[in-house]
């Protein structure tokens, strides 16, 4: 019989300074989120698993941990936050005064190969908000995910962003059987310019559509990215796109910030709820994102409230490798107690407000 | 510094010569010592020799920035990582192949068909998009070996010319996908060190 000493794969257990750390970390970035005006909210650990369907789409379905309760309902355990949260907006709080901030920080399941430090059952921190103008809010949630790093003394971090609505405004027109375009789509996301002519030479497209997705791999950059993609482009929805990401970088540039922005217009990664810019964060030496975000707008009219949503979360697991590894292994402050004379001192150290440990 | 994962084996020298022909050259000559690290003269590349099913893996977990590695090994790895080049050397074909004369008869000899392959992940997906179910015999070389004494009723392995199979008594039955050496990025390290891997996939593009 196996006796089960070793947890389950995907799980583990943060003891020491492990915890300490993890505990550090989300101390900091909680006060980053506090200086925002973001509110904790603790949501459940599982929830109706159609829920997370509405937002995650099909593709991540097959990774929930999902169980059945006693009235035959089908619930799954958290593999994100998004969705709860888009929930509670758009029902409990879909009174309160918009735009509503929160923060959340726990732990989420996906039955996934454990990648980067990242386990089956990994951490989660980040930020939702409800109800505010475009450019402001994804402006906030940006600068709140820089100050984050800051927060933690990881001076040097890049952030890829791009927008769903670029490639959507392409996408929109090309009329093509959703197999062909999964494969068009795949080879833009894997940045594969020699499949994605193979694609392009069997399809038949006019010679602009075919220079605008052969372009998609290399709009990536600085600002003259923009410009080169408006050059590019005749639809409204990307043309729009270009604007409101033009708008967002003027106002990094203004802040002295624009340095970690890099403009990424070939990513076309995420979730079906996002819709429209779209980030991620990397730190050098690590080979994994460790933030991504972006704005979701359809989610919340999913539980009976339209309203704008943005955020992001990082990983926790992958923060903790990247920040100073002193923090959270603070000095430990026990003092020790003689036994003889221990108890009463120990009580009159504590009476004092001092951590004790007696030590026999 | 860009940490270029390089296979050992048939892709070594080819790698080697295209890398040295867009200006990437190490200060020894990698491909006869045995050292397993080398950096160039510049210090500006560091390439790492590993075993070729292990590329996937060093570059998505950003051990190595970028790798040179066939679309084969790429696709039975499932990593995700950026691919932007096919770099025109180690052209072959993923093929299923059969003992001859066993071209149809064995999917309705077997409700299951036994399939040996190095490819496990690829052999799946190309049978379950045909709703043909299989089981599949995991080997790691002589493929060939397993119709021939009864192990299995198929296989699914490379083909580059096509001589082993008919040496062997054995055809192709269909082609998966064709394969070939395929330049891959780490999606962390496009980020962090753009211009410099930038520059590296414009000037192999130019010599491919």
């Known amino acids: 019989m196996n006796s089960h000493t070793q947890i389950p794969p995907g799980t583990q257990i943060l003891i020491g300074n492990a915890a300490r750390r993890r505990r550090a970390v989300e101390a900091k970035v909680f006060s980053v989120f506090e200086g925002w005006s973001y509110e904790e909210i603790i949501p459940p650990m599982f929830d109706y698993f159609d829920v997370f369907i509405k937002g995650m789409g099909s593709d991540l379905e097959g990774r929930i941990y999902r169980f059945i309760d006693r009235e035959g309902n089908v619930l799954a355990l958290r593999p994100e936050f998004t969705s709860l949260l888009a929930k509670m907006a758009a029902t409990r709080l879909s009174d309160y005064p918009r735009p509503v901030r929160l923060s959340y920080s726990g732990e989420v399941l996906r039955f996934e190969a454990p990648k980067g430090g990242q386990q089956r059952e990994f951490a989660q921190i980040g930020i939702e908000q409800y109800g505010g103008s475009p450019t402001t809010s994804d402006v906030e949630v940006l600068l709140v995910c820089m100050e984050s790093f800051e927060k933690l003394g990881i001076p040097d971090f890049q952030i890829n962003l791009g927008s769903v609505d670029f490639f959507g405004g392409i996408f929109d027109r090309i009329d093509l059987p959703v197999g062909e375009v999964d494969e068009l789509k795949e080879a833009l996301n894997f940045k594969n310019q020699t499949g994605l002519e193979r694609i392009l030479d069997r399809l038949p497209f006019d010679e602009h559509r075919k220079k605008v997705l052969r372009s998609i791999p290399h709009l990536t950059g600085g600002p003259e990215v923009l410009v080169k993609a408006r050059n590019l482009v005749r639809n409204d929805r990307s043309r729009q796109a270009i604007d409101h990401l033009e708008e967002i970088y003027s106002i990094f540039d203004g802040l002295g910030l624009a340095e970690h922005l890099t403009i990424d217009l070939g990513e076309i990664r995420g979730f079906d709820y996002y819709s429209g810019i779209l980030f991620r964060a990397y730190v050098p030496g690590l080979g994994f994102e460790v933030a991504n975000g972006g704005r979701y707008d359809g989610l919340p009219a999913q539980f009976g409230r339209d309203t704008p949503a943005v955020g992001f979360s990082f990983s926790l697991d992958r923060l903790e490798q990247i920040v100073d590894e002193g923090l959270g292994t603070g000095e430990d402050e026990s003092r020790a107690a003689l036994a003889t004379s221990s108890f009463e001192e120990a009580r009159r150290f504590r009476s004092q407000g001092q951590k004790v440990k007696l030590c026999w | ?208």
Not at chain 2, 48 to 77: F, M, N
Not at chain 2, 174 to 197: F, G, M
């Open chain 2, 1 to 208: 510094m860009l940490v270029i994962a390089i296979a050992k084996g048939r892709f070594l020298k080819p790698s080697l010569d295209l890398l040295g022909r867009a200006g990437v050259r190490f200060d020894e000559d990698v491909a006869s010592s045995r050292k397993l690290i080398c950096d160039s003269e510049d210090l500006a590349f560091r390439a790492i020799l590993v075993k070729p099913v292990d590329i996937p893996t060093y570059v998505e977990y950003g051990a190595a920035d970028i790798g040179i590695v066939g679309r084969d090994v790429l696709a039975e790895s499932r990593a995700d990582l950026l691919q932007p080049l096919d770099l025109g050397f180690g052209h072959c074909r993923i093929a299923v192949a059969a003992p001859k004369g066993f071209r149809n008869a064995d999917e309705t000899d077997h409700p299951t068909i036994r399939v040996a392959t190095k490819y496990p992940s690829i052999t799946l997906e190309y049978f379950n998009a045909r709703g043909i179910p299989v089981e599949i015999i995991p080997l790691s070389g002589s493929i060939e070996l397993a119709p021939l004494i009864g192990l299995a009723d198929r296989i699914v392995d490379l083909v580059e010319t096509g001589e082993t199979l008919k040496e062997n008594g054995m055809e192709i039955v269909d082609v998966i996908a064709e394969s070939a050496a395929h330049l891959v990025i780490n999606r962390a390290s496009y980020q962090t060190k753009r211009s410099e891997i930038v520059g590296m996939v414009e000037s192999l593009e130019a010599l491919v």
